[in-house]
């Protein structure tokens, strides 16, 4: 099971963190990722920590987009800065045990969902 949270309204240029709690397995032996949705838009990818310890992070996202991971606490984080309207989405950890490098940013290739954490950035 994963349960995010940390979401809720922030004024642009603002910060969060969300957390991903996860349960039900290993963490340690899972990829967490991160994805959002927008409004009207597909589900993106943002950013996903493997088991390994290696982190990806899409590139229109880098420098404004952390992934981190606490594998004692089973929590994996997504800290966002500099936050912009069109940041505004719901977003999403996913979980899979078996990770192709390259497929880091398909959804389909996650087994376990959360159910999401809404971020509205908005003066």
């Known amino acids: 099971q994963l349960v995010e949270s940390g979401g809720g309204l922030v004024q642009p240029g603002g910060s969060l963190r969300l957390s991903c709690a996860t349960s039900g397995f290993t ?16 589900r993106e990818a943002v ?11 899409a590139v229109s996202q880098k420098g404004r987009f952390t992934t981190s ?3 004692a606490n089973n929590m ?15 977003y999403y950890c996913a979980a899979t045990a078996y990770l192709w490098r390259d497929k880091w940013n398909l959804a389909s290739e996650y087994n376990y969902w959360g159910q999401g954490t809404q971020v509205t950035v908005s003066s």
């Open 27 to 42: 963490l340690a032996h899972y990829a967490v990722a991160w994805f959002r949705q927008a409004p009207g838009k597909e």
């Open 76 to 90: 994996v984080f997504l800290q966002i800065s500099s936050l912009r309207p069109d940041d505004t989405a719901v």
């Open 69 to 71: 991971r606490d594998n």
């Open 47 to 57: 950013s996903c920590t493997s088991s390994d310890g290696s982190v990806y992070t």
